[in-house]
């Protein structure tokens, strides 16, 4: 009897990745905020301080729909997990369309896409 092949999603190495992925997007972040700061005149800091207290309001300002979008990015995240548990080929790649669809719908949330880029734009 031939043993069972271990599964390269339960091995762990993909953790690493993820962590690795992760800091370098904060550092692109920072690298990008640093750019935008010195050509444009604006305090880095303005990039990653909180809008609501950047212009003076109430701390409370806004909860409500950053709650939503958090609720977004977490539909999204279950939803990736749940494809890369499943071992139907065609369920997974559903599931993978429905996470990023999600996703894309929490960036729009949170940037307020709709709102502002694209009439700007």
């Known amino acids: 009897m031939k043993p069972d092949k271990p599964d390269r999603r339960s091995d762990g190495r993909w953790l690493g990745g993820l962590c690795c992925a992760a800091v370098a997007l ?44 958090v609720g977004w990015f977490v539909g999204a995240t279950t939803t990736f997990f749940a494809a890369s548990l499943v071992r139907n080929r065609n369920r997974s790649r559903f599931l993978l369309l429905l996470g990023t669809l999600t996703a894309v719908l929490g960036i729009d949330d949170l940037f307020l896409v709709h709102d502002g880029l694209l009439p700007f734009l």
């Open 26 to 69: 904060n550092m692109i972040c920072l690298a990008l905020a640093l750019t935008a700061g010195s050509r444009f005149g604006v305090a880095p800091s303005t990039f990653y301080r909180d809008p609501a207290i950047i212009a003076g309001h109430n701390f409370a300002t806004g909860s409500l729909s950053s709650l939503g979008a």
